[in-house]
């Protein structure tokens, strides 16, 4: 796999996560620590795509 055909699948995911944590904030009585999980794995993968973009 490339390094851009691979940022654009990390790109991809963050994207999809972004929606996927809107969606449960919206949602009532979804969990606050799985909404912190997701978010922690949303800023991984920012900072795999902006190490890769240097």
């Not at 654009?8 to 904030?25: G, M, T, W």
Request: glycine share 2%; proline share 2%.
């Amino acid at each position: 796999m490339s390094v851009s055909s691979h940022l654009e699948e990390l790109k991809r995911k963050h994207e999809a996560l972004s929606d996927k944590v809107e969606a449960e904030q919206r949602s009532p009585g979804s969990s606050d620590l799985d909404i912190a999980e997701m978010k922690k794995e949303k800023l991984r993968i920012k900072e795999e795509i902006e190490r890769l973009s240097v």
